[in-house]
Nanobody
Framework: QVQLVESGGGLVQAGGSLRLSCAAS????????MAWYRQNPGKERELVAG???????HYEDSVKGRFTISRDNAKNTAYLQMSSLKPEDTNVYYC??????????????WGQGTQVTVSS
């Protein structure tokens, strides 16, 4: 069983920075994706940024150039460095670990979420 612990959320002024961390415990097979999502009321969770175990990354258009995702495979930890934050970035950010199994499909594990609030 994989468990995720997120940290790093908080209150910051517009233009400021925060770094989120997501530490995964348990057996994490490769290939896998570590990603950050956020969810607006009444809408599905949207991918903010993701990074594969091989290192390739993906970003949602509105965060390109402002957010950077990285990971430490030895620690099974993903980071989201958020800079030039805007009030519209305010949200609960959820960590996802997606483990790909060639025989069983994939397994998704979610963190509990961490609140990011950007004041104007």
């Amino acid at each position: 069983q994989v468990q995720l612990v997120e940290s790093g959320g908080g209150l910051v002024q517009a233009g400021g920075s925060l770094r989120l961390s997501c530490a995964a415990s348990g057996t994490i097979f490769s290939p896998n994706l570590m990603a950050w999502y956020r969810q607006n009321p009444g809408k599905e969770r949207e991918l903010v940024a993701g990074i594969w175990s091989g290192g390739s990354t993906h970003y949602e258009d509105s965060v390109k150039g402002r957010f950077t995702i990285s990971r430490d495979n030895a620690k099974n930890t993903a980071y989201l460095q958020m800079s030039s934050l805007k009030p519209e970035d305010t949200n609960v950010y959820y960590c996802l670990v997606k483990i790909i199994s060639t025989s069983s499909g994939y397994f998704d594990y979610w963190g509990q979420g961490t609140q990011v609030t950007v004041s104007s």
